[in-house]
């Protein structure tokens, strides 16, 4: 029974490039949520999906970044023309019906470095 | 806006002894405290405390919540060295009717051997 999945563990990118996480929820789980964990700080809530739909994003920058999650495939969250402050752990976690913090799994991370 | 503060931010001790972390939030409709360990990879679920003053127990891990408070803590007995790990506590909200966790930024417990 495999966990969530993200990937790359690790991307590089430059300055002004594109960065896209992909992130597999659990088999069955519908919902998905990204977080954003900056150097000594704590895990930020960034935006909630279901299929196909953003049910919050009240923690997305406004700019630059976008996340989905198709009807089939992962959940992407997409940066674009990033830039130095944008490195950080990016942590998806996917739960079954909703949130209820106790069914949410979470994802061994991927982390952006942007040089 | 919604605030979840941890202390310490770091702790070193000793293995055997016991450890205590605090958490304490400010944050509007409020429904549950969560306490998760994060050691290199993804955070791992540890307690949901929804009820104030009822202790949860996991082996030498456990935890109460204080609602009057607005506080809980998290207690390792016995520590061990396999205990060392970032500590995270999160407030779940209710969110223009959606649920959120509000993370605090950890304690860093590490066990010298």
């Known amino acids: 029974n495999a966990g969530v999945m993200q990937n790359p563990r690790h991307l590089v990118r430059r300055r002004g490039q594109e960065a896209r996480l992909r992130c597999s929820p659990v088999k069955g789980h519908s919902h998905v949520y990204w977080y954003r964990q900056l150097p000594e700080e704590g895990l930020k809530f960034m935006v909630y999906l279901q299929k196909e739909n953003i049910i919050d994003e009240s923690g997305m920058p406004k700019e630059r970044f976008s996340a989905e999650f198709p009807k089939e495939g992962p959940s992407i969250l997409r940066i674009q023309q990033v830039v130095r402050g944008d490195s950080a752990a990016y942590f998806c976690a996917s739960s079954p019906s909703g949130p209820l913090g106790y069914g949410y799994t979470f994802g061994s991370g991927t982390r952006l470095t942007v040089v | 806006e919604d605030k979840v503060v941890q202390s310490p931010l770091s702790l070193v001790v000793h293995e055997g002894d016991t450890v205590t972390l605090n958490c304490s939030y400010e944050v509007t409709n409020f429904r549950s405290l969560l306490w998760y360990k994060q050691e290199k990879k993804a955070p791992t679920f540890l307690f949901m405390l929804?009820?104030?003053?009822i202790e949860k127990k996991s082996g030498r891990l456990s935890s109460i919540l204080d609602k009057k408070e607005l506080s809980s803590i998290l207690n390792i007995t016995a520590t061990q060295t396999g205990d060392s790990a970032i500590y995270l506590c999160?407030?779940?909200?209710?969110?223009?009717?959606?649920?959120?966790?509000?993370f605090g930024t950890g304690t860093r417990l590490t066990i010298i051997p």
């Open positions: 929804t009820s104030s003053g």
């Open positions: 999160a407030a779940l909200v209710l969110n223009f009717g959606n649920e959120k966790l509000t």
